[in-house]
């Protein structure tokens, strides 16, 4: 195959390996951002950019999903902390409600989603899916020893004890000593 033949077949190749990269990226930020179609369109676009530029790094091709995940996460915390840093330096001087005060609300919001997200994932995949049934989708200790094969008390017992090991994270200490 001629030198031209190769170059356009790669080229080719790359373009179908990033358009269909593209929707898997834009599914991972909207769990993230829920602002608005162009907001998530522009990280969207990002991200691809970080994937093109650091693609080398990925040494494993099998853990693609997971390199991804790290990425577009990063990409949106950064994102965040300027928009936040933007809302701050445009509201100095203003009085305490103005227009900006709902959307730094909700940006808060998607930040300790991200951060508990983060946290969860130092439980066992059992206790998560525990905490997720029994908060998430509010179903009672009977329900959810039913559905795990366990008995209630073992179920009460593993939920009491994942629940302490979140509040013994970290960033959920320095989270909740900040609160006040």
């Not at 950019?49 to 693609?55: A, D, E, H």
């Not at 040494?59 to 995940?69: E, I």
């Not at 009977?142 to 979140?166: C, D, F, G, S």
């Amino acid at each position: 195959m001629p030198y031209a033949e190769r170059c356009f077949a790669t080229e080719y190749a790359e373009q179908q390996f990033f358009a269909s990269l593209r929707p898997r990226i834009e599914r991972m930020v909207r769990r993230y951002v829920h602002t608005g179609d162009d907001d998530v369109e522009d990280l969207t676009q990002e991200c691809l950019i970080r994937v093109y530029n650091s693609l080398e790094q990925l040494r494993d091709s099998d853990k693609l999903d997971p390199w991804l995940q790290v990425l577009v996460r990063n990409t949106v915390f950064t994102w965040l902390r300027e928009r936040r840093r933007e809302l701050e330096m445009c509201s100095l001087g203003l009085e305490a409600d103005t227009e900006s005060e709902p959307y730094a609300s909700h940006e808060d919001e998607t930040l300790l989603y991200m951060v508990l997200q983060e946290v969860l994932q130092t439980l066992s995949e059992e206790d998560r899916q525990m905490i997720e049934m029994r908060y998430g989708d509010g179903m009672r200790y009977h329900e959810i020893a039913q559905v795990m094969q366990l008995n209630e008390e073992a179920v009460r017992k593993r939920i009491n004890r994942a629940l302490a090991k979140l509040r013994a994270h970290p960033i959920v200490r320095a989270i909740t000593e900040e609160a006040g």
